[in-house]
């Protein structure tokens, strides 16, 4: 017997000891046994900024920087009340790819409102 198919063996008995346990009701086992299975996933589909993110970009290159997420989420937003959400994720979202290249934020501005 090869090392997968041994295994994909302990992984059915584990299973199956879960479905027992879910049988008698125990939820965590339940769950645990839904996580192994690989079911649905949980939470929200991503949701792919790339463009978005290259237009505040752009905006920031051309001196609009401290407005740039904003002026951008206003584009995207199919509703007003999305527009303060999707500038927060926005902003998040370019704080951490700029940390994760190497950029830092100018102090100056960050966090002021005019």
Known sequence: MTAAARADRRLADVLAALDVLAD???NKARHA???LRGGRSSGRPPIDDSAAL???D???AAGRGRE???IVAAS???DPDEVASI???LRKRQRK???RNGFSASPSGVGVSS
């Open 33 to 35: 046994a839904a996580v």
């Open 68 to 70: 740039a997420c904003g």
């Open 97 to 99: 790819r700029n940390a």
């Open 58 to 60: 752009e905006l920031t």
């Open 24 to 26: 008698a009701g125990d």
């Open 76 to 78: 995207l937003a199919t």
């Open 87 to 89: 500038a927060q994720r």
């Open 54 to 56: 290259a237009r505040v």
